[in-house]
Each structure stands twice: as C-alpha cells, then as structure tokens.
C-alpha cells in the first residue's frame, strides 16, 4: 500500500522556495543579460552583483536542503555545518550575525539523528522572528537534552501564525506559504521525535526551545 502524500503540503513548500530563490536568481539573470548587452563596458557593480546574488541562492539551497533534505537528517553531520549553512545566507547582508560555538555546548552529550536538521529549520525559523536584523545564538538550556536558540534584535517578533504552524495547531486551511516553513519544521519535529516551541521573552527577544529525544 503506498503511503500518501500531502500534495497541498508539497505545493507550499515548493511556493516558499521558489519565492525566496527567485529574486537572488532573477538577479543573476538580468546581470547576465546586462553584460552581454554591454560587455567589458557594464563595469565591476554588474559583476559584483551577479556574484553576490549567486552566492545568495547557492545558500539558500544548501540550507533549504539540510532542512528539508532527507540528507540533512544524516548523522554524519556535523554543528559547524549548520553554523556554515546560515553564515553563507546572513554573512553577506550582514544585517544578522551569529553568536554561537558549533563546538560547545549544545545540550545533548550523545547528538541524537537529525539534529543538525532540526537546528537549521529552528535557526531559519529565529532569522524570521528578526525584520531587522539582529542575532542568532545557541546554547544548552538548563535541563539535559535540551536546546535554546535565541533571536534578539530590534522588534524581534514571532509572526502572526508561526506558534500555530510549529505546533501543528493551524487549521490546514489556513495554512500559506508564509507558515509553511514553521509547519515542516513541526512535522519533521513530530517525525524524529523532538519537541520545538517559540516564545517571546522580551522586547526585543525570541527564544525557540528544543527538546531532544531522549538518549
């Protein structure tokens, strides 16, 4: 029998990455055109913008692959991968910087299957909750297997219907491609046995929990 599949589910997904690959790769597309029209003439900011916007969607896909990939469940990798895969997306616009160790302390002494996956879908999940801009930490949280991201910046919020997609408690038909990204991030919690919440805990501050599964 074969197993079901959501395709309003597949349908948001591929809209929200399509709507986040398609000014970076639209980008590159007119610069090209744009150089090929003018040649050695079109001058250094054609270039430059050619490469950053490549640059752009190249991250864009290697951490929507880890997010969403079955290979970003692979336990070969690794915390400084993660910490990569959102550099390489805020490191150029600068407007969100990390400030978190991949090798310290994360709140697991065994890191349990899909961690990795998990962090970057909660890490995408705080650069949301930061219009802008700000910064990114993780951490270990005060009980075993348990792990903090923290998102502070100015007016650093949870959309309006991101709790409910992450819990699972949206009505399906209210779902947009806007939630979607915290809806699969509750789905894949769901599936490998975490438990994921979003709180506000200042003015300027969200914290997303992470509880591990149990070793």
């Not at 962090?119 to 999940?125: E, G, I, K, P, T």
Request: aromatic share 6%; net charge negative.
């Amino acid at each position: 029998m074969s197993t079901p599949i959501d395709t309003g589910l597949l349908e948001l997904l591929a809209s929200k990455i399509c709507h986040d690959l398609i000014s970076p790769i639209g980008a590159v597309n007119n610069g090209i055109e744009f150089l090929t029209e003018m040649g050695a003439d079109a001058g250094d900011e054609v270039t430059d913008l050619i490469a950053f916007s490549a640059s752009q969607a190249s991250a864009k896909l290697k951490a929507y692959r880890m997010a969403y990939g079955a290979g970003g469940a692979d336990d070969s990798i690794k915390p400084e991968e993660a910490h990569q895969a959102i550099q390489d997306i805020v490191g150029a616009e600068k407007k969100i910087t990390q400030s978190w160790d991949p090798y310290g302390d994360l709140g697991y002494e065994d890191r349990p299957k899909a961690f990795c996956k998990m962090l970057v879908c909660a890490l995408l999940l705080g650069m949301d909750c930061l219009p802008k801009g700000g910064t990114l930490s993780v951490g270990a949280g005060a009980n075993a297997n348990l792990t903090l991201v923290s998102a502070k910046g100015p007016d650093a919020s949870i959309r309006e219907g991101n709790a409910a997609a992450l819990n699972l408690s949206m009505p399906r038909g209210q779902l947009e491609p806007k939630y979607v990204h915290a809806y699969i991030t509750g789905v894949l919690a769901e599936h490998y046995g975490y438990k994921l919440s979003v709180t506000k805990t200042g003015d300027d501050s969200v914290e997303i929990t992470m509880q591990l599964p149990a070793a």
